[in-house]
């Protein structure tokens, strides 16, 4: 029976034992948690000129250089594919058959129009004409006088000097479908 009496007091002991380390190793994490607590609550401000002095230039340069050999390479290889190669990039608006007549129709009401405008301005050229020999008249008429020559006029012409709006016809580039 002793041997039951000192299994109960060394199991007893034991229990007594893992109690008081597992209080301390309550308070060991309590202890820690706080510390961290503590810790996070301080903020630290990162000191810029004691980084600045360890800040190598010669990899800035470098890196610098190889960032804008970067963006060069990659402009480039853009541009010549929006260049040469526009189909992978860009829709074939040729496909598209309602886009492809409008902007036909578009392109051939505009040269239209840009017909009727050389008409107009050609028809009120002798309009124009008209009207400032009439001002010249009745200004000529208010003097006395007998008519002054205009600035427009050049000695020995009869009439003002013609001026002339030219209007550039814009042709629409002719695109044809690549096979």
Same mark, same amino acid.
């Given at each position: ?16 034992? %893992? ?17 961290? /607590? *503590? *810790? /996070?609550?301080? *903020?630290?401000? =990162? +000191?810029?000129? *004691?980084? &600045? ?7 800035? /340069? ?5 960032? $804008?050999? =970067? ?8 541009? $010549?594919?929006?260049?040469? +190669? ?5 829709? +074939? ?8 007549? &409008?902007?036909? $129709? ?25 009207? $400032?020999?009439?001002? &010249?008249?009745? %200004? ?11 600035? %427009?006029?050049?000695?020995?012409? +009869? ?21």
């Amino acid at each position: 029976m002793k041997r039951n009496g000192e299994l109960e007091l060394r199991e007893a002991g034991t229990c007594t034992a %893992h109690r008081n380390l597992r209080g301390q190793m309550e308070k060991l994490v309590l202890v820690l948690l706080l510390a961290m /607590a *503590s *810790s /996070a609550r301080r *903020s630290r401000e =990162w +000191d810029y000129r *004691s980084e &600045a002095k360890k800040v190598n230039m010669r990899g800035c /340069a470098n890196l610098t250089n190889v960032l $804008d050999n =970067w963006k060069f390479a990659i402009t480039t290889q853009i541009k $010549d594919m929006l260049l040469y +190669d526009h189909q992978t990039v860009l829709p +074939d608006y040729g496909r598209i058959h309602t886009l492809s007549e &409008a902007l036909d $129709d578009l392109y051939k009401e505009f040269n239209a129009l840009k017909e009727r405008l050389i008409e107009l301005t050609n028809k009120f050229e002798g309009v124009e004409l008209f009207v $400032d020999e009439l001002k &010249a008249a009745r %200004h000529a008429t208010r003097i006395g006088e007998r008519r002054v020559q205009s600035t %427009h006029e050049k000695p020995g012409n +009869d009439g003002p000097r013609r001026t002339r709006v030219v209007v550039r016809k814009v042709k629409k580039p002719v695109s044809r479908p690549s096979t």
